[in-house]
């Protein structure tokens, strides 16, 4: 599957979200990138990140390859119960 490309119609022109970014956003994603591993269970991590890296987390796409799904929980029975339930 082709990997979505995401940004901004300006006119004729489709700006990546990284063309829109202050240098400020710019450096927060960068140190979430760093921060963040999304093959491993998001919950705890989340829970170490401020509100404005949250936001910022939440309104980048980010993606795993090769995986139909990412892992929320430490925990697999936590896991297994908000998944299928």
Request: glycine fraction near 2%; proline fraction near 4%.
């Amino acid at each position: 599957m082709e990997k979505l490309r995401v940004g901004y119609i300006q006119g004729h022109k489709l700006l990546e979200l990284d063309d829109t970014m202050t240098k400020e956003e710019r450096q927060l994603h960068e140190k979430l990138d760093r921060m963040v591993d999304i093959t491993k269970p998001l919950v705890p991590q989340v829970r170490a990140m401020t509100n404005k890296e949250f936001m910022a987390f939440v309104s980048k796409p980010r993606h795993v390859d090769d995986t139909d799904c990412i892992t929320f929980y430490e925990d697999e029975k936590m896991e297994y119960y908000y998944r299928w339930r």
